[in-house]
Nanobody, 115 residues
Framework: QVQLVESGGGLVQPGGSLRLSCQAS????????MYWYRQAPGKERERVAS???????NYADSVKGRFTISRDNAKSTVYLQMNSLKPEDTAVYYC?????????WGQGTQVTVSS
């Protein structure tokens, strides 16, 4: 079945870095558009970054220049490299996939930026 499993979250100090991973299975990863979303307590879920099957990335203005999304089709994995983290980046980060036939959310991974 279609499954997305995120990893790499944790506690980091302001200015630090984390790399999130999302391992996909159950569908043809190379055809999928992949997204990272985040949801902070009391706020709506927001799109952070996306990468299409062509490899073209897009970013929310709030993370441009700090976050980088990438994908490894051979490993069916999408990554989110997060640098210069700020307390306002604290949220649960979710991976999301869309193909012509299906869409799926991962379970989320917590990122906490605090000193």
């Amino acid at each position: 079945q279609v499954q997305l499993v995120e990893s790499g979250g944790g506690l980091v100090q302001p200015g630090g870095s984390l790399r999130l991973s999302c391992q996909a299975s159950g569908f043809t990863f190379s055809t999928a558009a992949m997204y990272w979303y985040r949801q902070a307590p009391g706020k709506e879920r927001e799109r952070v970054a996306s990468i299409y099957n062509t490899g073209r990335p897009n970013y929310a203005d709030s993370v441009k220049g700090r976050f980088t999304i990438s994908r490894d089709n051979a490993k069916s994995t999408v990554y989110l490299q997060m640098n210069s983290l700020k307390p306002e980046d604290t949220a649960v980060y979710y991976c999301y996939s869309i193909t012509p036939s299906t869409s799926r959310w991962g379970q989320g991974t917590q990122v906490t930026v605090s000193s």
